[in-house]
């Protein structure tokens, strides 16, 4: 009894016959791609499912993997660049929140909804910013940004306080009551 071996790619399926003195045989057939999903209100209607979701393109890497390269997760909060640093945060009357951070880190992806709530929650109260380390270095420099994320408090144009790390909110809002 001949045995029959299945190989399985994210493109083709490719199924071959082993070795025999008649030949050697290899059928490819191309699989349909995922387009999405199909709501039950309208037959007719396809929901895509990453495009709601995630912003930017997925790019396909090596062996089939998909990368997402989400370039602005934290939605709420404003990004400073270098020449509205002075303006937003170091004369702004309130005390300001910053968050260091960059787009390939992963601990920053995990803080960033706290940093966004804690925005909403402090209202009128603080000012919350963020800061692509990548793209702006001047200024993780000028502050011995060494660990990303770091979360700095700054009030009356000074440095106040700094928490490294993906933290809890907890840990945030004693670090902000101390200062309002």
């Not at 399985?8 to 490819?28: C, G, L, W, Y």
């Not at 800061?131 to 106040?160: H, L, W």
Request: aromatic share 6%.
């Amino acid at each position: 009894m001949a045995s029959v071996t299945v190989a399985f790619s994210p493109i083709t399926t490719a199924v071959s016959a082993p070795s025999s003195s008649v030949s050697d045989r290899r059928i490819s057939v191309r699989l349909p791609g995922f387009r999405g999903l199909k709501s039950k209100s309208t037959s007719a209607s396809v929901v895509p499912l990453f495009r709601s979701v995630i912003r930017e393109p997925l790019i396909c890497g090596r062996g089939g993997r998909v990368v997402c390269e989400a370039q602005e997760t934290a939605v709420d909060v404003s990004a400073v660049k270098e020449d509205a640093w002075q303006s937003l945060v170091l004369d702004c009357e309130l005390p300001v929140l910053v968050e260091f951070w960059a787009p390939w880190c992963g601990p920053c992806r995990m803080i960033h909804p706290v940093v966004d709530e804690l925005s909403k929650d402090y209202t009128g109260k603080l000012k919350c910013y963020k800061v692509n380390t990548d793209e702006c270095p001047n200024i993780a420099t000028q502050y011995g940004i060494r660990s990303i994320p770091t979360v700095m408090i700054f009030k009356n144009g000074e440095k106040k306080d700094a928490v490294i790390g993906a933290v809890p909110k907890s840990t945030l809002i004693t670090c902000i009551e101390r200062f309002l």
